[in-house]
């Protein structure tokens, strides 16, 4: 869904079985997560979906040179780390993401072999194993 906490992402929330939270690897984006755990647990408190589980946190557009992005993946390990999953690898920022948009296409389909695209279906792998 789209990083909100409409009325479509509560009808997703209850109809899901599982959540992957992408969180960029920024400041605000970072502190979303709170917001979108908060609904989380209020879909299953309310009983919409009480067995509502938390695949994991999937950290996407790193760019892992900045001093600000180290010490942004290392706040989401400290706070989240011990009670939900982290995805590796973490999803590394690239302009081919963005082109691929403009394209119109996923960068599976824009860029197959690229490391965007990798890290995507290793992730996939990683979780259709149910590791």
Known sequence: CNPSLGLL????????TSVIIPI?????????????L???????????????????????MADTRTTLTRDILAAIENQYGN???IFEPIIKRSVRFAESA?????????????PGAEAYRQVARDILRGG
Request: charged content about 15%; cysteine-free; hydrophobic content about 45%.
């Open 9 to 16: 992402v509560i009808n997703a929330l209850t109809a899901a």
């Open 24 to 36: 960029q690897t920024e400041y605000l984006a970072a502190r979303g997560a709170l917001m979108i």
């Open 38 to 60: 908060s609904s989380i647990e209020t879909v299953r408190r309310k009983k919409l979906n009480p067995n509502l589980t938390i695949a994991g946190i999937l950290l996407t």
């Open 83 to 85: 009670g939900i999953r």
């Open 102 to 114: 403009v394209a119109g296409q996923s960068i599976l389909a824009y860029e197959p072999k690229g």
